[in-house]
């Protein structure tokens, strides 16, 4: 029987053999066979990629973190799914799997800072070269494709700046040349996007963010399709990437109520940017919300919801006074990450890097929110106190 997701999310890894509702929390770097024969039988079904209950050392990962990587590729309609540490850990695994010395990789310009350190600085050093392409305009990305491409890197919507691309055209072109194409998907989740179906070979989570949702763990997973999955396996081992059992259960029970949180996350960023939308200090909001809009034809095209993070452009010759803004925020957090259950507030222009600067302009200052699972009604008015500081 075919399940809905929300139905997945419920019933995925429940422990049939202890009969609980969850599995247990394996920590292990030994792991006991009954014989040479059986542990050599065991390390030959692992190297042949088939499903197994454990594996034959705790770097490889234990029962938990198969639990969770198969909830993952269930949930995303994947191959298999590799963990990793951090979020950015499988930013890195994916790039890291395939870029070789001469070849060269096209990034979207709205790409995570970190991401594009990765891409521009530590691959430069190993002969590898990155181009930008305008997330607003894939002409960019075309032009950029030549016989050394060998990866597309896409995060959508944009970093901080919340472009929606049109997918499919990317997926086109990459298949059309047989570029490998991964996906940061951190924002929209598997839940509300599943990008293997749509054709990308690898897509990527910050489980740190909504998959966990409680702000108190670090993880990240990559799920890949069967074309690329040697090669990410083959780089994942060496690197000695291992996402904890303790931190993958975190996640995994933090993945039960993911559906009823985004739709919360949802609901609570639809009033609060209808809020927004009506301050004459706020000169535009970065969020898919205004029918005929690019980015909101481009999400309504590939996403069944929307989260609760985006951004507000504010013009002011006081950069000061927006600082202010966010000082005298009572409920929103002045802090990293996103995607738990309390908001956020952070000055970002700064930080932002560009090639494209369609709002890299001066005195146009970008405040990143991340809206949590607080009261609206208390949101609202925390903010429409504070936006008075705006001058
Ligand atoms: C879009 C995106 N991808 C990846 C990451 C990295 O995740 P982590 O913080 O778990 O390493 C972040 C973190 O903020 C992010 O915003």
């Not at 029962?63 to 951090?86: C, H, K, V, W």
């Not at 979020?87 to 060269?104: T, Y």
């Not at 991401?115 to 075309?142: A, C, G, M, Q, W």
Request: aromatic share 12%; net charge positive.
């Amino acid at each position: 029987m075919k399940y809905s997701d929300i139905t997945k999310l419920k019933y995925l890894a429940q422990d049939k053999n202890s009969r609980s509702a969850n599995p247990a929390i394996v920590r292990n770097s030994t792991v006991f066979f009954k014989s040479m024969q059986e542990l050599i039988n065991h390390e030959n079904l692992v190297k042949k990629g088939s499903k197994v209950n454990f594996y034959e050392y705790g770097r490889a990962g234990s029962q938990t973190t198969i639990a969770l990587q198969n909830f993952i590729t269930d949930l995303e309609l994947g191959y298999r799914t590799f963990l990793t540490p951090t979020g950015f850990g499988a930013v890195s695994l994916a790039i890291m799997s395939f870029c070789r010395p001469g070849d060269e990789i096209i990034v979207t310009d709205a790409v995570y800072a970190p991401t594009r350190i990765i891409t521009s600085k530590l691959l430069k050093e190993f002969n590898v070269k990155t181009h930008f392409y305008n997330p607003e305009d894939l002409t960019t990305l075309e032009k950029r494709i030549n016989k050394k491409t060998k990866m597309i890197f896409v995060e959508n919507p944009g970093s901080n700046t919340f472009e929606f691309q049109d997918l499919s055209k990317i997926i086109k072109l990459a298949k059309k040349r047989k570029i490998i194409t991964a996906i940061d998907n951190t924002w929209g989740t598997p839940l509300f996007i599943k990008p293997l179906k749509l054709g990308f070979d690898m897509s990527i989570s910050s489980g740190t963010k909504y998959l966990s949702g409680h702000s108190d763990v670090m993880l990240g997973s990559l799920c890949v399709n069967k074309r690329v999955y040697d090669k990410v396996r083959f780089c994942n081992k060496l690197l000695g990437y291992r996402a904890s059992p303790d931190d993958a259960y975190l996640v995994l029970r933090g993945l039960r109520t993911l559906d009823v949180r985004l739709n919360k996350h949802q609901e609570n960023t639809k009033k609060i940017i209808s809020f927004l939308s009506k301050q004459n200090k706020i000169k535009e909001i970065l969020y898919p919300f205004k029918r005929g809009a690019s980015n909101y034809e481009n999400w309504k095209k590939y996403y069944s919801g929307s989260t609760g993070l985006f951004s507000v452009v504010i013009q002011s010759k006081k950069r000061n006074s927006i600082y202010n803004f966010i000082n005298s925020l009572k409920l929103f957090g002045i802090g990293q990450s996103w995607g738990g259950f309390e908001s956020l507030a952070l000055y970002q222009s700064h930080v932002i890097q560009r090639v494209y600067r369609k709002y890299l302009k001066p005195n146009n200052h970008i405040v990143r929110f991340h809206i949590g699972l607080e009261d609206p009604k208390d949101l609202i008015e925390d903010l429409g106190k504070a936006i008075k500081k705006i001058k």
